[in-house]
């Protein structure tokens, strides 16, 4: 078997190897021949110069797929660094378990589901662009609409604003404010679950920040309320 690249592996047939290999009738086959300490040095060198120049990933880009990333999502561009691919697996992680995350909705479909909601009400689905993770799809007055989410050096931001953010959630907290659009999310559980419920009002009382520290809580509790550590 003769490699030709990093995951192919290619049989040649008994004619094909005799023909690359040409060996005379008296010279012993090659899997009993002893080879001396400096020809396998040399093969093994050979290997890994082989290996270094076609196996070697580029350092500047982190190719992490929904394959091999714990089951984040497949449209997902390429990451630009591993904090950046950290930051969105959290972030899809946590969107699992919002209740308002829909995953591969088209635009269509988003609008179909928000045409009767109330003004404001919104819900979070994957991106139609392949340079972009996140949309965000809304009840506006004249009806629905979507905006992508944008990540720049690990801050979102909505498309055309130019206020950042150092997470999705920080984001929509600020957007669900008084002062601005988005009202309540489009759960796709509704009634909303009792623990869901129960989870966020623990967060918007005491805080994430206390999720650690606050006595009287298992670790289960604890494990439940950090895997979504948000009052939306």
Known sequence: ??????????????????????????????EHREQSPNRAESRE???????????????????VT????DGLPTHL????????YKLVKSTYQQLLQSDYY???????????????APAGTFLIRDSGQPDVFFTLSYQSDDGPTSI????NKLHFNLFGSQRTFPSLFALLTY???????LTVP?????????????RRAFVGVFGADRISTLPGLNKQVRNYLWAYPHPI
């Open 1 to 30: 078997m003769v490699r030709d690249n990093c995951n192919k592996v290619v049989v040649q047939s008994p004619k094909q190897s005799h023909a690359a290999e040409p060996q005379s009738p008296s010279e012993p086959s090659e």
């Open 45 to 63: 060198l050979d290997l890994l110069h082989w290996v270094k120049n076609n196996c070697e990933e580029d350092a500047e880009l982190w190719e």
């Open 66 to 69: 929904g394959a091999d990333s």
């Open 77 to 84: 561009r390429p990451f630009t660094s591993e904090a950046e």
């Open 102 to 116: 829909w995953g591969s909705l088209t635009m269509e479909e988003a609008h179909g589901k928000l045409k009767n």
């Open 148 to 151: 992508r989410i944008q990540l």
């Open 175 to 181: 957007y669900t404010s008084s002062c601005c659009k």
């Open 186 to 198: 489009f759960r796709i559980h509704r009634p909303e679950g009792l623990k869901q419920m129960c």
